[in-house]
Every structure is written in structure tokens, then in C-alpha cells.
């Protein structure tokens, strides 16, 4: 089992960039691929990135393509999520999860944290 904590949110504006956390306690991160998904108000929760347990293997949102980089720091048993050139319609919940497949479905992923909020003001 693995628990899993979000931070690196917060209030910023269009244009900047932010680094979000996923800090893997437990179990270590390194035994799952870890997925980041994100949640607008009154909006479904959507795939946005994930690496596989290698960190070989990397896949985004064709939204986020470009923008966003995920990576792992297995020394650290954390995973980042580098969000460049941040757009007002980048403000959502984002959270990570942790599962055994490289995939984009949420209803894979074994294990949530409990998000963080990111605002973007235009």
C-alpha cells in the first residue's frame, strides 16, 4: 500500500509556471506507474499525465502536450509535475495517483492523494 501526498498549488497568473509534488510514502513510488489527473468545478476528473514505473515511458493530455513534464525522483519517492505557461483553463484540483498500469483511465489507478488546488488568474 501506498500513500500518496499533492503539494506545489497555489494562486498565479497566465503565463507563469508552478512545480506540484506527489510524495509517495509506504510503499515506494517506484513500484507503480503514477498518473496526474485534474478536476475543474463541475467538471469531470481528467487523465492530464503519467509515467511508468521505469520512468521510460511518459504520456500526456493533448491539452496539457508541451507544457507539462512529469518526472520522478526515485530518491526522494516523488513525483513532479512541471506546469509551464499556465492558462486560465489549467485551474482545477490536480491529484496523482498510483497504480500498476501505464494508462490514462482513472478507474485503474489503486491509490489517490488529496489534491492540490491550482488557480490561474487571467
Known amino acids: 500500500q501506498v500513500q500518496l501526498a499533492e503539494s506545489g498549488g497555489g494562486l498565479v497568473q497566465a503565463g507563469d509556471s508552478l512545480r506540484l509534488s506527489c510524495a509517495a510514502s509506504?510503499?515506494?513510488?517506484?513500484?507503480?506507474?503514477i498518473g496526474w489527473f485534474r478536476q475543474a468545478p463541475g467538471q469531470e476528473r481528467e487523465f492530464v499525465a503519467v509515467l511508468n514505473r521505469g520512468g521510460g515511458s511518459t504520456d500526456y493530455a493533448d491539452s496539457v502536450q508541451g507544457r507539462f513534464t512529469i518526472s520522478r525522483d526515485n530518491a526522494k519517492n516523488t513525483v513532479y509535475l512541471q506546469i509551464n505557461s499556465l492558462k486560465f483553463e489549467d485551474t482545477a484540483v490536480y491529484y496523482c495517483?498510483?497504480?500498476?498500469?501505464?494508462?490514462?483511465?482513472?478507474?485503474?489507478?489503486?491509490?489517490w492523494g488529496q489534491g492540490t488546488q491550482v488557480t490561474v488568474s487571467s
Open positions: 509506504g510503499r515506494t513510488a517506484s513500484a507503480y506507474t
Open positions: 495517483a498510483a497504480g500498476p498500469y501505464t494508462t490514462r483511465s482513472k478507474s485503474l489507478y489503486t491509490y
